[in-house]
């Protein structure tokens, strides 16, 4: 048996590749560097779906139909009561989404990535006692996201860095968000109730619920001075360190480098908070010191919800809505991997080792 499955290999996939030793990620043959550079989200989209689902994936038809189906899912807005207001937003979404009608085509698949963009801003606003902002079709995916959480045109720096991060966070292998959306298609469910598992499963501090507690680490040590015995404090408690460490990754993560790259532009138009940056960076530095020399034989570098932390604090999104954005960017992943196993797949059913009591002997 392997705890965790680690090393075991699970699929086959044309979708990602992670290669934890030279801390590279290539996407349907594309490396990371290239697509945070050069890439828009609805690129990254059609390059995911390629070949997977029928339908016209040309970039202007997929941003126009993008357009209307966040314009169509707003309408579910309505559904939310004082009582789900109460939830945390990324629980708010998920039932929501449940709403949606399970299918395998383009439609489906269009709801379901139109669905996140549209929740969160409307859910982030409505617990603002704001009215949420309808969407425009005619803008692309990042910009509308900015327009329906802020109310007004967003930068173009500010549009470009969440296009980053989506771009950034659409695939990354067979994790754990993305396993339980290829188990569930293995059983040929629909798309929806792929994406609904693999919500539950992203929601977890071990997956996409670090980047929130990155920002309370960084709150709490509050000055350069403090990096060093905060961290250490917090290890002699036992405790792990937000933002490092990779099941893969054996070195830097490089989504890391590339939300990074992301700030510059942020910072050099001044949009962000640079006394934060600053901390983040010494703390950074201090966290990477201490991890090697208490874990000499773990490398533990920083992964990438460090870099997610500062960026999206600096897009104006609240920490709690942090996994709720990083659900936004990896759907597509996810009903990516979910056609594909569907396609090409086969039903996935791993065997268990029964470590209970046998019956007694009568
Ligand atoms: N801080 C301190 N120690 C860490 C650590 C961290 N962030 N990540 C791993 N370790 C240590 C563990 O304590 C363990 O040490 P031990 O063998 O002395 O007990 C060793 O490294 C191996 O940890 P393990 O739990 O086997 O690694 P994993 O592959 O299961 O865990 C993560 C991967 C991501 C869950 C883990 O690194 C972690 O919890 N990171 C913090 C949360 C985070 O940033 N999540 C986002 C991931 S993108």
Redesign the pocket.
């Known amino acids: 048996m392997k705890n965790?499955l680690e090393d075991v290999v699970a699929a086959e996939t044309q979708l990602s590749d992670v290669d934890g030793e030279a801390g590279r990620l290539v996407i349907r043959g594309v490396s990371l560097d290239h697509l945070a550079e050069y890439a828009s989200y609805e690129d990254v989209a059609a390059l995911l779906l390629d070949g997977l689902i029928e339908g016209n994936l040309e970039k202007e038809n997929l941003r126009r139909r993008l357009g209307q189906a966040r314009t169509e899912v707003f309408a579910h807005i309505r559904a939310i009561d004082d009582d789900m207001l109460g939830l945390p937003p990324v629980d708010i979404m998920r039932a929501l989404t449940a709403r949606l009608p399970d299918g395998d085509d383009l439609e489906a698949a269009l709801g379901l990535l139109a669905a996140p963009a549209v929740f969160l801003p409307a859910i982030l606003r409505l617990k603002n006692g704001d009215e949420p902002v309808a969407p425009s079709p005619s803008l692309s995916q990042s910009a509308d996201i900015l327009a329906m959480l802020g109310g007004g045109r967003p930068s173009k720096e500010k549009v470009k860095a969440l296009d980053t991060y989506l771009v950034t966070i659409s695939d990354h292998g067979l994790n754990a968000s993305t396993f339980a959306s290829r188990v569930i298609a293995s059983t040929k469910a629909g798309l929806t109730s792929s994406v609904l598992g693999a919500i539950g499963a992203l929601k977890g501090?071990?997956?996409g619920g670090?980047p929130g507690p990155v920002l309370d680490m960084l709150d709490a040590i509050g000055s350069q001075d403090n990096a060093k015995a905060w961290l250490n404090q917090a290890?002699d408690r036992g405790e792990?360190?937000?933002?490092?460490?990779?099941?893969v990754y054996r070195v830097r993560d490089p989504r890391a480098d590339a939300l990074r790259y992301a700030l510059r532009p942020l910072i050099d138009a001044d949009q962000v908070d640079r006394e934060r940056i600053k901390l983040a960076n010494a703390v950074e530095l201090a966290a990477l010191a201490i991890?090697k020399e208490r874990?000499p034989d773990?490398p533990?570098d920083v992964?990438?919800?460090f870099y997610t932390a500062l960026l999206l604090d600096a897009l104006g999104f609240p920490r709690d809505a942090f996994t709720g954005v990083f659900a936004i960017g990896r759907t597509i992943g996810w009903i990516a991997h979910a056609r594909e196993q569907a396609l090409r797949g086969r039903l996935i059913r791993p065997r268990s080792l029964y470590v209970g009591p046998l019956p007694q002997a009568a």
């Open positions: 965790g501090p071990l997956h670090a290890l792990r360190l937000m933002g490092f460490g990779h099941r991890l874990k773990r533990l992964n990438v919800e």
